[in-house]
């Protein structure tokens, strides 16, 4: 019997750091399974790891909740980084002057991908609530 997968996409905008330190983090756990992931990127010392954390924190429960699919099966198949909008500033510098510089923001894509939860049948859910009445009845 052939397993249904699924993708599943979650896109966290306007991160406040650069894509640069971002995209690093991001590289330690591409490709590997949302369970690995969260415990390397708990154990990563970067404040990048955080924004990582969360979006594909958000991206398993869309797939858990939403699309119904199995959280031990899920994997990150896609995990980018791209540049998000900059805010245009100025610090002041000696004589009056102002110099301009930018804040750089950045842009988390990840898609997981996992197999559908299978459901319950009727026969297979009967069986299991007469199971669970006999163990209470046994307990009493």
Known sequence: MAANTSAIRSYTKGVDQTPRKVSLVASLVRGRTVADALVILSHTPKRAAL??????????????????????????????????????????????RALPFQKKSANILVEVTGDVKQKKSAVQQTATANAETTEIKENK
């Open 51 to 96: 924004p990582v954390i969360k979006a594909i924190e958000s991206a398993k429960s869309n797939a858990v909740n939403t699309h119904g699919l199995d959280a031990k099966t899920l994997t990150i198949s896609t995990l980018s980084v791209t540049a998000g909008a900059r805010l245009k500033r100025f610090k002041p510098a000696s004589r009056g």
